[in-house]
């Protein structure tokens, strides 16, 4: 057992150095009225504990009723996290003493920085000393003087287990834990200043509830994740120290951090990171926590112990906070984090692929100058982040009680929501039909992104007469669906729609740069290579001279791929290793768009007839999107569709075809029967069936490849090249040599065009 100022102590005569069956040993410490003495228990039981007595001279009314409150306080108590009570009584001189067991640790603060914990093992042991703390408030009891050197850590069975210690100056709640009067002094504080709350350090010291132990755990965290508490006291005097304590203002411990020039490395290192990596940790979330915990005013403070724990779990879970305003940006994003497979990297995959062109709409407003605009927008935004909290929150295990909610269900209930609460409001209804659809088009359900876009762009159109930029971004995100859905013709209808809305417009560089790469990806899908490279270069100028390396690093995949595809392999390489180097770097590992640029690494090997650094390539691919996107997405597809190509040119047939096969059916699932994405994979399996010897199957494979590309890009488009060619092979196996000449003839002339 430890205690405060546990230096030398007084080695006062303590009745021969025998209380009853206590024989003292040593003084381990003592505390304002207090000496902490390690004694062994003779009988009924042989054991270590620590005996604490009232000093010599302390003997007065007042210490004296502190004493037999803090005796009967821990009397009432069990819990694991605190030190246990066994025994109690009074000298033969009438000194006040009780038995407690002796806690063989260390203060919070050095166990964590001796086994340097990093800021989530801080916070996880922080939570059991918040239930301890919680288990005294139910008990009655407040502490008064939580602070690390009165939480011990010791170690049972490998596991740190904190013990809250020293219930000195702990007050009763709504009720006498003896028959004794506690009294303070007015003008006294009691307590330690550091960790002290201003109601606490008030000349009266009367109004104290559980929301001061709120206060000095607040202050014990701070300390934790930062190293350094929020204040530096060098007053003596009760009164200076109290107007420090009630209105000094407390730094953000990111910010306080940040002034510790020369010991933030240190401090770092003992958590386990980098002074860069520390401050990260801490600013947003736990910024917020600690200073909500140590608000001035008590009643914009955590009103229990247990509304702390449970915010510091939410931060655990990347679940939204309370403390923080909940801005739809920061819901949202918590929500995504939290659903690693729906929503999550799905949604990051579309900021991605997107390039951060959209910006919110609300951003947009100064485009519109007009303070009464302005003000339109704030409102309808609060209504939008009201509206989205309010959906977030049935995934609430509280709200969802027991069900599981989905990221579909969550989307499914929205749109219903949407469409019946906001008819009277259309342009919030509009705004957040367009927010859902962008999600359900990360998600790769095109259907749903489509008709909610639609709508959304409908109510725009009418409620936003001569053009306005949420049209133009509503266009942007249609064109985007359709061009997912295989809808080249109306994908391009849309962005010209949305480029002709927003090109001109001050503050539109991002949108009008997203839109040019698009219209650039556009046309390589449908094999325009002249046509994609151009919108690609404008988009890149455009990006190069913004700070946005995300939508740079979108721009320079794409125009990698249109070299690629148009046999420009230096070009291509420069491209996509500029693209692959800032993703690398400014992404995480389990990142959708750093597997994009995996994926096109692997093509160029794939080109370059390196086939085993492409599969290595793809592979890296496959595991983050599996890991990070919706089971079943188009892009995982793409990915097993690359491999059974890199099977199938090395000759593994079997292997190939069982990746063709699965590629084929998450493709089947995911998209529309006559999408045209569907055909590199018809083309791989067919090729494969070809080789196997099984011609009929490969041939209705060829066939069905042939219709959808046809439909698709029309009857003399050079994408009917090879699936042509292919058919005319396999028609030429079957002893159909006439029908396979003409097929060859009809791919000559596209190739000739």
């Known amino acids: 057992m430890m205690a405060e100022n546990s230096g030398p102590a007084a080695r006062e005569p303590v009745e021969a150095q025998r209380i009853g069956p206590y024989r003292l040993l040593e003084v381990l410490g003592e505390g304002g009225m207090g000496v902490v003495w390690l004694a062994d228990q003779s009988e009924p039981v042989k054991r270590r504990v620590a005996l604490k007595i009232i000093k010599l001279g302390m003997d007065t009314k007042e210490v004296v009723a502190r004493f037999e409150s803090e005796r009967q306080a821990l009397a009432v ?102 028959d004794h009067t506690v009294v303070t002094t007015m003008g006294q504080i009691v307590g330690t200043p550091e960790y002290m709350s201003p109601e606490q350090a008030d000349s009266s010291g009367m109004d104290v509830d559980t929301r001061t132990d709120v206060y000095s755990l607040g202050v014990t965290l701070y300390e934790l994740l930062v190293g350094a508490r929020p204040f530096d006291f060098h007053a003596k005097a009760d009164f200076a120290l109290g107007i420090k304590i009630r209105e000094a203002a407390v730094l953000k411990p990111s910010t306080r951090l940040s002034r510790l020039d020369a010991t933030q490395d240190v401090l770092a290192r003992y958590r386990g990171t980098t002074a860069d990596g520390l401050k990260k940790e801490l600013k947003g979330d736990l910024d917020w926590i600690v200073l909500t915990a140590m608000e001035k005013d008590r009643t914009r403070r955590y009103q229990t112990v247990n509304a702390l724990s449970m915010e510091l779990k939410r931060y655990l879970e990347d679940v ?222 455009t990006r190069e001279g913004l700070d946005d390396e995300t939508a740079l690093a979108q721009t320079l995949n794409d125009l990698g791929g249109v070299y690629l595809r148009s046999g420009n392999m230096d070009s291509a390489s420069h491209y996509l290793s500029r693209s692959l180097a800032i993703r690398e770097r400014i992404l995480g590992d389990g990142h959708p768009d750093l597997a994009a640029g995996y994926l096109n690494l692997g093509v160029s090997h794939w080109f370059r007839e390196d086939y085993p650094a492409a599969e290595e390539a793809y592979e890296r691919a496959r595991v983050i999107y599996e890991r990070s996107l919706p089971p079943g997405h188009d892009r995982i597809a793409r990915v097993y569709n690359n491999l059974g190509e890199t099977s199938w040119i090395q000759g593994n047939l079997d292997e190939a075809e069982s990746r063709f096969r699965h590629a084929l059916e998450l493709k089947q699932a995911a998209l529309t029967p006559d999408h045209p994405d569907l055909t590199s994979t018809q083309v791989g399996l067919a090729n494969v069936y070809r080789d196997q010897g099984r011609f009929q199957e490969a041939e209705s494979l060829y066939r069905t490849a042939l219709r959808i590309r046809t439909a698709a890009y029309g009857p003399e488009h050079r994408q009917l090249v090879e699936v042509l060619e292919g058919l005319a092979t396999v028609l030429d196996q079957q002893n159909r040599a006439s029908e396979g000449a003409t097929l060859r003839a009809r791919a000559d002339a596209i190739r000739g065009t």
């Open 320 to 541: 939204p906070i309370v403390a923080r305003p909940p801005s739809v940006a920061y819901r949202a994003g918590k929500f995504i984090r939290r659903n690693r497979g729906p929503v999550i990297a799905a949604t990051i995959a579309f900021v991605g692929a997107v390039g951060g062109a959209v910006a919110a709409s609300v951003g947009f407003v100064r485009a519109r100058a007009a303070e009464a605009v302005a003000q339109e927008e704030a409102a309808t935004a609060q209504r939008v982040s009201d509206f989205l909290v309010g959906l977030f929150e049935i995934s609430d295990p509280g709200q969802a009680q027991g069900d599981t909610i989905t990221a579909r269900t969550l989307l499914e209930q929205g749109a219903n929501r949407i469409r019946t609460e906001l008819r009277d409001e259309p342009l919030v209804q509009a705004r957040l039909l367009a927010t859902i659809g962008r999600v359900y088009q990360t998600l790769g359900v095109y259907d749903r992104s489509g008709s909610l876009l639609e709508d959304a762009l409908a109510i725009r159109e009418r409620e936003l007469p001569g053009g306005d930029l949420e049209v133009a971004e509503t266009q942007y995100l249609l064109g985007h669906t359709r061009r997912r859905e295989g809808n080249h013709e109306l994908a391009m209808v849309s962005y010209q729609s949305a480029l002709a809305g927003a090109e001109g417009v001050e503050g539109t560089e991002r949108l009008v740069a997203g839109i040019k790469s698009s219209i650039g990806v556009t046309h390589l899908a449908q094999g325009q290579y002249e046509d994609a490279e151009r919108w690609l270069r404008e988009a890149l100028a």
């Open 77 to 178: 108590m069990d819990h694991p996290n605190i030190a246990r009570v066994f025994d109690a009584g009074a000298t033969d001189t009438g000194r006040p003493y009780f038995v407690m067991e002796w806690v063989h640790g260390i203060p919070v603060d050095e166990y964590c920085d001796n086994n340097k914990l990093n800021t989530e093992a801080r916070i996880r042991l922080f939570l059991k000393i918040c239930e301890a703390v919680q288990h005294a408030h139910q008990k009655g009891v407040i502490h008064r003087d939580l602070k690390p050197s009165n939480i011990l850590v010791t170690v049972q069975d490998d596991q740190a287990v904190p013990k809250v210690i020293d219930f000195g100056i702990a007050k009763a709640m709504g009720r006498d834990l003896s």
